[in-house]
């Protein structure tokens, strides 16, 4: 099974910025598609953007063009960097690989 663990969350101002990590315990290198998630309290979990093998990426509506998720092959790890923020963004964010969850970070944005 493999291991997440996220970092990178915390307390910001609206307009603020973000860079979430997840480090994964095994290569990602051959990993076919990554995602990230977040759950706000009283939400259902939601997607939020993935990143194929060749780079290729996806967004959910609600955080394309403010959102953008990268992959380092070398150094097993996946990013979400999030500028702009909005209070709607406030949620504890999951990264997702290979059938297997994070803890989750938690992102909190002042209005």
């Known amino acids: 099974q493999v291991q997440l663990v996220e970092s990178g969350g915390g307390l910001v101002q609206a307009g603020g910025s973000l860079r979430l990590s997840c480090a994964a315990s095994?290569?990602?290198?051959?990993?076919?598609?990554m995602h990230w998630y977040r759950q706000a309290p009283g939400n259902q979990r939601e997607w939020v953007a993935g990143?194929?093998?060749?780079?290729?990426?996806l967004y959910a509506d609600s955080v394309k063009g403010r959102f953008t998720i990268s992959r380092d092959n070398a150094r097993n790890t996946m990013y979400l960097q999030m500028n702009s923020l909005k209070p709607e963004d406030t949620a504890v964010y999951y990264c997702?690989?290979?059938?297997?969850w994070g803890l989750g970070t938690q992102v909190t944005v002042s209005s």
């Open positions: 997702y690989i290979v059938n297997s």
């Open positions: 095994v290569s990602i290198r051959s990993i076919n598609v």
């Open positions: 990143i194929t093998k060749g780079g290729g990426t």
